[in-house]
């Protein structure tokens, strides 16, 4: 009996580069790092500390990075790497204008969530952006949309507003808030909580049905915790490359 394929997945954004490990379908090691001239470096010692993979797919969207990223696994590993781009885009439906400029990574969340949860299905991811994706009950991707995510909006209005406090993305159920702090955290935080669930509820109306609401990205964590969605996985899109890189013959 043949041992699982031990695989390396990789996922570059904007901000953040997500890495992992998986033993079959199984995660091992994960780390989260930062997406800047430091991650080859921080890659390298990932890799140092984790079994050797057999094989690797990368998600980019930094065109800068996609290659030295690449070139630190290659050199580190002995494994090949695919790039997930065009693997992705043969297993779904695009029904979409323009499917050529829809990022690797959301369509790798679409795969993974229609595997694991079936369909039809609204997929917000609260990264760098706040995306949605809405998969048809016939599996195909009908589109979606994208906010400015909740760091972005953090910055943004500390960067403008000179007197503000500090403030911090934690879960609250306050609405009135008594203080300044307060006033800034309720805002970010049941800004963001309504903003998802209307728009959920948007979605649901519009393909007229109750499609599956999966999250995912590093802030969508305490909006689990209240319930927004049906099911949370930080995870997704990395499953969702591995599930691209089991359909590579090889």
């Given amino acids: 009996m043949s041992l699982p394929h031990r695989t390396l997945a990789v996922d570059i954004g904007n901000t953040r580069l997500k890495i992992c490990t998986f033993s079959g379908m199984e995660i091992e ?28 797919i990368i ?21 090949a790497v ?8 043969d297993l779904i439906s695009l029904r979409v204008e323009q499917p050529e400029q829809l990022g690797t990574d959301r369509i790798a969340n679409c795969i993974a969530a229609l595997r694991l949860y079936g369909a039809p299905s609204i997929i917000v ?8 994706e809405i998969l048809s009950e016939d599996g195909a991707y009908l589109g979606g949309s ?18 503000l406090p500090p403030y911090r993305w934690s879960r609250t159920n306050q609405l009135i808030g008594k203080t300044t702090l307060q006033h800034l955290e309720i805002g970010l935080y049941q800004g963001t909580k309504c903003l998802v669930e209307g728009m959920i509820a948007a979605y649901r109306h519009e393909i007229g049905c109750h499609a599956i609401a999966v999250g995912t990205g590093g802030y969508g964590q305490l909006l689990a915790q209240d319930g927004v969605f049906d099911a949370y996985d930080p995870h997704l899109s990395l499953r969702g490359l591995l599930f691209a890189l089991e359909s590579v013959p090889g």
């Fill in 29 to 56: 090691e994960t780390a989260d790092l930062p997406s800047d001239e430091q991650v080859p470096e921080a890659v390298g010692v990932f890799l140092d500390r984790v079994s050797r993979p057999d094989r690797c």
């Fill in 125 to 132: 991811s609260l990264g760098t952006a706040t995306t949605f």
């Fill in 82 to 89: 695919v790039q997930a781009r065009e693997r992705v885009r």
């Fill in 59 to 79: 998600s980019s969207v930094v065109p800068g990075l996609t290659d030295v990223v690449a070139d630190t696994i290659a050199q580190r590993t002995g494994a």
């Fill in 146 to 163: 994208v906010f400015p995510g909740v760091g972005i909006s953090k910055d943004a209005l500390a960067q403008r507003a000179a007197l």
